[in-house]
T-cell receptor, first 113, second 114 residues
Framework: ETGVTQSPTHLIKTRGQQVTLRCSSQSGHNTVSWYQQALGQGPQFIFQYYREEENGRGNFPPRFSGLQFPNYSSELNVNALELDDSALYLC????????????FGPGTRLTVT | AQKVTQAQTEISVVEKEDVTLDCVYETRDTTYYLFWYKQPPSGELVFLIRRNSFDEQNEISGRYSWNFQKSTSSFNFTITASQVVDSAVYFCALSGNYGQNFVFGPGTRLSVLP
């Protein structure tokens, strides 16, 4: 059974640029959630995708957007990057019947300069 | 609004000591779920336990045990006979009935010294 994978591992961008982060969910999982974890803080829920539709969103501006594909992999897009967007971005997948058991990927460390 | 508080920012113990990590939560939901996750230095969050709001039974899994008390809105986590490998940041989290909108606490950094 393949776990949750994320790419890239690390990324450095300049303020104002756009970035796309990718996540492959664990086999058999159709729900993907994205979280932002700033240094020294707990993860904050960005949004969740279930069967290619957004299924809940946290307190993040519209420049944070996402996609889920038919194979349940997902992308997180952030436009007009700001310095405060520097964080670890975590993806988590879960199966419909066990939506409360999320399995997290290793994260993408984004640095905005 | 949902909120999770972990008042202990950092804890240091010597190996083999017992340690309890505190978690206090706030929610208006009658049905909710509580979780503990471990985040080792590698960064990946590891699921430890889930408890729903109707199940106040304490749980023990090896050296880990959890004490859920609805009356005080607390869900504390105890590690017995701590080991160096237990060193990590531990997060308590809360979700609504359908598992969405997870809210994590700020985390407690546990250092177990040899």
């Amino acid at each position: 059974e393949t776990g949750v994978t994320q790419s890239p591992t690390h990324l450095i961008k300049t303020r104002g640029q756009q970035v796309t982060l990718r996540c492959s969910s664990q086999s058999g999982h159709n729900t993907v959630s994205w979280y932002q974890q700033a240094l020294g803080q707990g993860p904050q829920f960005i949004f969740q995708y279930y069967r290619e539709e957004e299924n809940g969103r946290g307190n993040f501006p519209p420049r944070f957007s996402g996609l889920q594909f038919p194979n349940y992999s997902s992308e997180l897009n952030v436009n007009a990057l700001e310095l405060d967007d520097s964080a670890l971005y975590l993806c988590a997948s879960s199966a419909t019947t066990s939506i409360y058991e999320q399995y997290f990927g290793p994260g993408t460390r984004l640095t905005v300069t | 609004a949902q909120k999770v508080t972990q008042a202990q920012t950092e804890i240091s113990v010597v190996e083999k000591e017992d340690v309890t990590l505190d978690c206090v939560y706030e929610t208006r939901d009658t049905t909710y779920y509580l979780f503990w996750y471990k985040q080792p230095p590698s960064g990946e969050l590891v699921f430890l336990i889930r408890r729903n709001s109707f199940d106040e039974q304490n749980e023990i899994s090896g050296r880990y045990s959890w004490n859920f008390q609805k009356s005080t809105s607390s869900f504390n986590f105890t590690i017995t006979a701590s080991q160096v490998v237990d060193s990590a940041v531990y997060f308590c989290a809360l979700s609504g009935n359908y598992g969405q909108n997870f809210v994590f606490g700020p985390g407690t950094r546990l250092s177990v010294l040899p």
